[in-house]
C-alpha cells in the first residue's frame, strides 16, 4: 500500500502540517521526558553507581524512542486532521497539540517544576570570596541565600533567550528587590562562546570585589561552566562550590563536524569545534592542553587559529598550533611532536578541521605507532 492511501497526499500544505504537528508532539514529549523518566533515571544510575557511558546510553536510548513516538503521533495526527470533513474535529485536532504546547512553554517558564531541590554549600576563603554556581532561584531560594549572608546574585540570563528569559529575569529583579539582595545581571548568551564584556566583566567582579556570591544561568548547565572556568583562572584564592556537573566528552561519539575520536586515555581527537561544543565540552576546564593542526598559511584556517587563540588566553588553557601539511610535513618532525604531546599535562584534546581529513588520518596513525612502540 502506498504512503498516500495509507496517510495522506504528499504536498507542501501535508508536508507543512506534518512539521508543525511534528514539533508540537516532540516538545510536549520532550518536556514529559525530561521532568520524568530522564530525571529518574539519573537518580537510578546513581542509587546504582552506574558509569557516566551507561548513564547516557540509556538516556540516547530514551530520546531516539522520543523522535520515533513524536513522528508516529504526529502522522497520525495529521492523516486524522486532512482526511477529516468535520471542522470541529480538525479544531479540535489542531488546538489540542497547541494547548498541550502551551503548557509545556508555561513548565519552562517556572524553573521550580523542571528542577530539582538542591542544598546551598558553605565555606570560607581565604580572601573573603565565595562563588556557588547553580541553577534560576525561586524567591524561597533568593531569601535562603539573603539569610546565608550571600553579598549578591549574578545572573547570566540574556534578553535575547525568548520566550523564557526575559520573563525569569524580570521576576528575579521583582524578588531580589523584595527579599533585599542586590542582583548583578551580566548576561552571557548560550550559543554564542566569546561573551567578551561579560567573561570580563566576571574577572574583574572574582578580583577586586570580594564577596559571597550565587550565580546562575537558567538550568545551570554550560553558561555557569563557563563562568566558573574564568572565575578559577581570575582568583585561585576564592572558594568554588557547584551544584551541577559539567558535560564530558568521554564516551561522546562525534560533534558536529566529525567524529570523536579516543587515541588513548585522556587524549582526544576531533574536528574544530562548534561555538557550542567549546562552551559545552572545552572552555569550562575539562581540558588542560589544546593542540590545533590547522595551517595557519591557510587564511581560512588563519581565523579559527586566532579565535582559539582569543578564547584559550582568556581561560587560560595551553594552546599549541602544529600545521600539518600531508605531503610537506616531515614524518620524523611528526613523530617529535607527538612525543612532546604525549608528555603535556592530560588531558589532551588534539583537532584538525574535520577527522576523516588527510591531516587528520595523518597524525592518527602516526600517534597510533607513537603509542605501539611507547
Not at 504537528?21 to 530525571?39: D, E, Q
Not at 586566532?306 to 613523530?335: C, Q, V
Request: aromatic share 10%; proline share 5%.
Amino acid at each position: 500500500m502506498s504512503f498516500s492511501k495509507k496517510y495522506f497526499s504528499l504536498s507542501f500544505k501535508s508536508l507543512l502540517l506534518l512539521l508543525l504537528f511534528w514539533l508540537m508532539s516532540g516538545y510536549v514529549l520532550g518536556t514529559a521526558l525530561l521532568i520524568g523518566p530522564v530525571r529518574w533515571i539519573a537518580d537510578y544510575s546513581k542509587m546504582q553507581s552506574w558509569p557516566q557511558s551507561t548513564e547516557d546510553i540509556v538516556v540516547k536510548i530514551v530520546m531516539v524512542i522520543l523522535v520515533i513516538l513524536s513522528f508516529i503521533i504526529s502522522l497520525f495526527i495529521t492523516r486524522s486532521f486532512l482526511r477529516s470533513d468535520n471542522i470541529f474535529k480538525r479544531i479540535i485536532l489542531f488546538i489540542l497539540p497547541l494547548i498541550l504546547s502551551a503548557g509545556a512553554v508555561w513548565l519552562w517558564m517556572n524553573p521550580s517544576l523542571m528542577q530539582k531541590e538542591s542544598n546551598i554549600s558553605e565555606t570560607i576563603a581565604k580572601n573573603g570570596s565565595e562563588f556557588v554556581f547553580g541553577s534560576f532561584p525561586e524567591e524561597a531560594k533568593i531569601r535562603l541565600l539573603k539569610e546565608k549572608n550571600f553579598t549578591a546574585i549574578i545572573s547570566l540570563m540574556h534578553e535575547a533567550v525568548v520566550p523564557f528569559e526575559p520573563k525569569l529575569i524580570k521576576e528575579e529583579k521583582e524578588s531580589c528587590k523584595n527579599v533585599g539582595i542586590e542582583i548583578i545581571n551580566i548576561p552571557m548568551l548560550p550559543w554564542i562562546s566569546e561573551n567578551k564584556e561579560a567573561l570580563n566583566r566576571l574577572k574583574d567582579l572574582a578580583l577586586h570585589k570580594p564577596g559571597k556570591y550565587y550565580v546562575h544561568c537558567y538550568l545551570g548547565k554550560d553558561r555557569v561552566n563557563i563562568a566558573k572556568r574564568v572565575i578559577e583562572t581570575s582568583n585561585q584564592t576564592a572558594a568554588i562550590n557547584s551544584e551541577l556537573k559539567t558535560r564530558s566528552i568521554e564516551d561522546l561519539e562525534e560533534f558536529e563536524r566529525g567524529a570523536v575520536i579516543k587515541l588513548e586515555k585522556d587524549v582526544y581527537f576531533t574536528p574544530f569545534p562548534t561555538d557550542d561544543e567549546f562552551m559545552g565540552y572545552i572552555l569550562n576546564g575539562s581540558f588542560k592542553n589544546v593542540v590545533s593542526l590547522l595551517d595557519p598559511k591557510n587564511p581560512e584556517d588563519l581565523i579559527l587559529i586566532e579565535k582559539e587563540k582569543n578564547f584559550f588566553e582568556t581561560f587560560k588553557i595551553p594552546f599549541e598550533n602544529y600545521p600539518l601539511r600531508p605531503g610537506k610535513t616531515n614524518k620524523r618532525e611528526l613523530e617529535n611532536e607527538i612525543k612532546k604531546i604525549m608528555k603535556t599535562d592530560r588531558p589532551i584534546l588534539i583537532h584538525a578541521f574535520k577527522t576523516n581529513s588527510p591531516q587528520s588520518e595523518m597524525f592518527i596513525s602516526a600517534y597510533n605507532s607513537s603509542k605501539t612502540r611507547n
